[in-house]
Every structure is written in structure tokens, then in C-alpha cells.
């Protein structure tokens, strides 16, 4: 079955940097839209990220534009979100998920498979 697993959070300062990791198995990685999302105590979860099968096309929510940037590796089967300049607000929890086709989508509900996440706590 397809599992995502990712990993690269922990506890920073503001300002700081961290890079996610998401592997996937039990797909064949390529032929998957990757997203990034993320969820806060007491929020709904938000988009964060998404890259296209081949990685030529991605889209970033407002609010991390310009700091985070999410990229992939098909040849791991790894999709990364490379997040800067981290700010207390950015804390969350971190999913990856997977949804196969061409077009990327900024919704949660049009990912089917999704990890079980990664806590970023971000201190000011």
C-alpha cells in the first residue's frame, strides 16, 4: 500500500532553517502530484506546498512564499520542503501527501494518501 513518511522536523529559533523530508513507497513516485500541508492546534489544516510529477511546476501558499521551497527527487522517491527564515507562527504539525494525475492541487481534500506528520516548533 502507499506509505509517506516524513522527517526533518524539530525545534528551532526564529529565523532558523529546516528541510522535510517525505519519502514514499508503494507508488510509483512519479506519477504523483506531491502537496505539503500543515496544521496548528485549534486550526484547520492549510496548504503549504505542491510540485508537479516532474518538479516544473510547484505553487506556494502566501504566507510561506519567499521562505519555504518544495522540490522532489524521483530517483528517491522523495519530495522535500525546504523551509527558511522560520517564524514562531510557522509551528505545526507538517503532512506530506500524494495525489496521482497531472494537475496540482492546492486542496487537501483532493489527496488521497497522506503521512502521518512532523512536529515544527519554532521559537521567538
Known amino acids: 500500500q502507499v506509505q509517506l513518511e516524513e522527517s526533518g522536523g524539530g525545534l528551532v529559533q526564529a529565523g532558523d532553517s529546516l528541510r522535510l523530508s517525505c519519502a514514499a513507497s508503494?507508488?510509483?513516485?512519479?506519477?504523483?502530484?506531491m502537496g505539503w500541508f500543515r496544521q496548528s492546534p485549534g486550526k484547520e489544516r492549510e496548504f503549504v506546498a505542491t510540485?508537479?510529477?516532474?518538479?516544473?511546476?510547484?505553487s506556494h501558499a502566501d504566507s510561506v512564499k519567499g521562505r519555504f521551497t518544495v522540490s522532489r527527487d524521483n530517483a528517491k522517491n522523495t519530495v522535500y520542503l525546504q523551509m527558511n527564515s522560520l517564524k514562531p507562527e510557522d509551528t505545526a504539525v507538517y503532512y506530506c501527501?500524494?495525489?496521482?494525475?497531472?494537475?496540482?492541487?492546492?486542496?487537501?481534500?483532493?489527496?488521497?494518501?497522506w503521512g502521518h506528520g512532523t512536529q515544527v516548533t519554532v521559537s521567538s
Open positions: 508503494g507508488l510509483t513516485f512519479s506519477s504523483y502530484v
Open positions: 510540485i508537479s510529477r516532474g518538479g516544473g511546476s510547484s
Open positions: 501527501a500524494a495525489t496521482s494525475g497531472s494537475l496540482i492541487f492546492t486542496t487537501g481534500a483532493r489527496y488521497p494518501y
